[in-house]
Every structure is written in C-alpha cells, then in structure tokens.
C-alpha cells in the first residue's frame, strides 16, 4: 500500500524568500509523484510530476521538486515566494500500471507574509 | 480543449436522501476519476471506470456508485446519505496510456444536514 506523508500543516515564509514543502512516500514500487496546488473553494492544479525521467522536475510558477530514491522524498522548492503563491499544496503517488488512483497527503498551507 | 466540468457547484441533501454528481471528461480522455476531499483533508480515491467498467475503487462502500457514459462523462451516486459524506467531490479524467496526467475539475461541495 501506497501512503504519503506531507511534514507541516502550516508553513509560513516571507515573500522573496525560498519555499520549501517537505513530502515522504511510501511504496513498493518506484512510483509517480505529484504536486497539486489548490486555491479556496476550487479544484487541484497540477504543479509538476515525477515520471521515471530526470530526478529534478520542474514546473509551474517556478516550483521544482527533486525525487531522492535513498530518502523516499519529493520535496517542493520555489527560490522566491510570492503572495500569490499562498494556498494549499497536495503531494500525491501513483503505483505504475495501477488503477488504485493517487493517493494523497493530508495538505501543506502555505502563508506568505508580506 | 475544454476541461473537466462537474455539476452541480453546490448541493444541500439531508440525511437518508440519495444524490448524483456528474462530471464531463476533458476532450478525449477515456479514464475517469472521483475522489472525495473532506474539509482540511487531501483528497481520497473513490473508484476509477474506464470503457464503461469501473476499474478500480478505494475503500468506499457500496452505497457509493458511478457510471460512465459512451462520450466518457461520468455519474457519481451516494444512496443513504450520511453526515460524514459532506466533503468536496472532485471529478479527474485523463488518458489510459497517459496515467500520470491526470485532470481536475473545479469539485461538487456537498453538505449532508
């Protein structure tokens, strides 16, 4: 069985300053790994993906996320944060070939202070 | 391209009452998805269907079912509503070979009383 695990369920950094949401998977098989981002009363964005290719993903927005085997970690960065960057931020797994659906962490809520 | 739609926006059932959510499927995708997201909660995989079969479900009861239509929209129903289903119902489609690009619709909030 797959399981997530998102270490914060609050973070607060000033804006400019580096972003950084901690995420820890658990899996049998190497998987997929994501990073969703949700503003209030809306659905899930997709921030970027992990698929088996370079190890350092980036996405949108600036973020980026470097899969690390030997730590089971999928950790988001952004250098620079921005007021708008403040909402909540899912970290998600796949198993490969499964129709399991992902499964997610609890959320990260990220507060910018100006 | 249009996204992924759900309907409606917000619904308001009691207890006991029975509900269905309904979602169209970004342009050409065949996999469809629900998840539930309870309030300050991530999201939980409710089932998968794909080709009009469902093919694969997370640990739901059966009182939570779903269809899937030739155009690959899709119905979630809930018979016996219970206090603990009001959440955020979200709806995702993607490709069977693409199974890593998976899509999001804006959510049906559902509040039980």
């Known amino acids: 069985a797959q399981s997530v695990t998102q270490l914060g369920s609050h973070v607060s950094v000033s804006e400019g300053a580096l972003v950084l949401l901690r995420c820890n998977y658990s899996s049998s098989v190497p998987p997929y790994l994501f990073w969703y981002v949700q503003y209030p009363n809306q659905g899930l964005q997709l921030l970027l993906k992990?698929?088996?290719?370079?190890?350092l993903v980036k996405g949108i927005n600036g973020f980026e996320a470097e899969f690390k085997k030997s730590e089971t970690s999928f950790h988001l960065t952004k250098p620079s944060a921005h007021m708008s960057d403040a909402a909540e931020y899912f970290c998600a797994v796949k198993e490969r070939g499964g129709a399991d659906g992902l499964t997610f962490g609890k959320g990260t809520h990220l507060i910018i202070q100006p | 391209e249009t996204g992924v739609t759900q309907s409606p926006t917000h619904l308001i059932k009691t207890r006991g009452q029975q509900v269905t959510l309904r979602c169209s499927s970004q342009s050409g995708h065949n996999t469809v998805s629900w998840y539930q997201q309870a309030l300050g909660q991530g999201p939980q995989f409710i089932f998968q269907?794909?080709?009009?079969?469902?093919?694969g479900r997370g640990n739901f009861p059966p009182r939570f079912s779903g269809l899937q239509f030739p155009n690959y929209s899709s119905e979630l129903n809930v018979n016996a509503l219970e206090l603990d289903d009001s959440a955020l119902y979200l709806c995702?489609?993607?490709?069977?070979?693409?199974?890593?690009?998976?899509?999001f619709g804006p959510g049906t909030r559902l509040t039980v009383t």
């Open positions: 995702a489609s993607s490709l069977a070979a693409q199974e890593y690009e998976q899509y």
């Open positions: 269907y794909y080709r009009e079969e469902e093919n």
């Open positions: 992990y698929t088996s290719a370079a190890t």
